[in-house]
């Protein structure tokens, strides 16, 4: 965690989604969702994005990403 932001670093190619797909799939497999549950509704292009998480709330979200970042895997 770098603040409130959570840095990800995938090994797929940023081009034609590839990265953006990596991004979302990884969220949403530490974090117990589908695939479909994580897309990125914001920074598409750009190397910081915003996701948008569907099927938890966002103190679920939070303390799952909290876990995450701490190494509690």
Known sequence: MRGDTLKISVMAPPERGKANQAVCALVAARLGLSRSEVTVISGGTARDKTLQLEGVTR??????LERWAGGDW
Request: without cysteine; glycine residues 16%.
């Open 59 to 64: 103190g679920q979200a939070l303390a799952l």
